[in-house]
């Protein structure tokens, strides 16, 4: 992905985030039909996606040309899923915690996914 391409859309899911930060702030009493645990680790995807499409993408992620590893793939879906297990596990109600580990698990999928394409990509070239 170019970067202009990705700064764009990230601008755009900021943007887009704020107007509903707004509108969120002004209608106190609309509410999504789940529960805050599941809204709250949809934030910390959102919050994923705006800071893979703003920063990640446009500064750090350039073209990898050395394959990627198997191993570092499976350490980071193993890090996924117990972040996730995490949340599901936990007792108390949702709070900024909630948030992060939706981060974190989303950053461990990003990161597994591209390093099993790039494995795959270096096996079959």
């Not at 985030?17 to 509108?23: E, V």
Request: a positive charge.
């Amino acid at each position: 992905m170019k970067k202009k391409t990705s700064i764009f859309i990230g601008i755009v899911l900021l943007a887009a985030g704020l107007c509903f930060a707004g509108y969120s702030m002004l209608h106190p009493e609309a509410s999504f039909p789940w529960s805050n645990r599941i809204t709250f680790l949809l934030y910390g995807v959102y919050i994923w996606l705006v800071f893979d499409f703003l920063l990640v993408i446009p500064l750090f992620r350039r073209e990898q040309t050395s394959a990627g590893s198997l191993a570092a793939s499976l350490l980071y879906l193993f890090m996924a899923i117990t972040f996730f297990a995490m949340e599901v596990t936990d007792t108390e109600e949702a709070d900024v915690f909630t948030i992060l580990r939706g981060f974190v698990v989303s950053g461990a999928l990003d990161m597994a996914v591209q390093h099993a394409r790039r494995w795959f990509k270096s096996r079959h070239a």
